[in-house]
Every structure is written in structure tokens, then in C-alpha cells.
């Protein structure tokens, strides 16, 4: 599953440090998720769409 | 929401290097007991490093807010899981059933460390079924 989260976190001028506390995950978690390589958990997902202020399927593409 | 820092300090990376620094410590004074034939005192600092290693480990990620594990941690330890029984039963099925009967048929004869395996891997394979059907009732 695709997704823009590194743009967006790059938009925001935080860390993966900065965003993987502000979601309660590693800053591993959000480097695989950033690079394609892990799929989050729904509850992560709604987490980081949270952080945004966006919907879920605007970080992510199934596609 | 829990935080990779909190107050106790603790992070991530020195949770993970005093656990593994434990269990080294332990495997460490093993290998010596063994290496100077000191097999008693190896046994205990084997014990302690790995007991207080273990403790550790489950124990941390309870009593401080700091995210120590996360989801992605759970999943490599349930992809290993899955990887690891993956492996064992497709060996283990196709051969351990047949060891058996031969066994019982006076064929082969089951003991020793062959025997030790065979028994060992129905132990895990009984095992994985038990934790199986509870995982059921969770998920």
C-alpha cells in the first residue's frame, strides 16, 4: 500500500522521531511505513490521519 | 498517547541494549563455565542474565509510558512466528507421523538424539495447537 506520509510529515517539518511520538509507535515503525514496507494497523492509521487532520484514505493508496 | 520518552528516561535503544547486554552476560558466563570448567558458576550467571534479561523485557514495556514495542514489533514477531512452525511442520509432518509407526513396528527405533527430536518437535507441534485454539478464542 502506497502512501504519501513522508511528504506530508516533510510538510509539517517534524522528525520521524517528532511524528513516531506523536502516534505512540517507534521511529522504525514510521521509516518502514514511509518506505512501502509495513502496512499500519487501522488504529494507527486513524492516528496518523488524526495528526494531519485528514481522511485515512488521503495518506493511503491501496492502489 | 504514549511517547517514546518518559519520564524514567528510558528509551527504546537502552531497553534493547540492556536486555540483549543481560542475555550476552549470561551466554557469555556460560560459555566460560564451560570454556574453565567452572560449570556451576556459568550455570548461575547464565541463569541470573538471562532470568533478569527476561524480566526486563516484560516488565519494562508494563511500568514506564515509553513506547519500547509497537505494533510493527508484534507483527516481525508474529511473521517469525508463522515462518519458523512454517518450516519446523512441513519437515516435521511429513516424517514424524511415519517415524512413529515404524518405531512401533520395530523398523527404526526412536532414541538417543534422534529420538530427543522426534519427541521434542511433537512437543512444539502439540504445543502451537494448544496456543492455536486460544489465539481462536481471542481473535
Redesign the interface.
Known sequence: MENDLSERRSAAELSQ?DL??????????IN?IERDR?D??L??AFKLAGHFDCAIEDIFDPE | ?????DTSGLT?QRYQRIVYGLVAVGIVGLVAGIAFDAHLAGTVIYLLGAWAGAGIAYGAPRLTDA?L?????R?LHNVASGLTMGVSMTLGIGIIPALYVLDAGGYVTLDGAPGGVVLTLSALYLLYGVCHGIAKRRV
Open positions: 522521531r513516531a511520538e506523536a502516534v505512540g509507535v517507534t521511529r522504525q515503525t518502514a509495513y499500519p494497523s488504529e494507527l | 498517547m504514549s511517547s517514546a520518552h527504546r513506547t514495542q509497537d505494533e510493527r514489533d507483527e
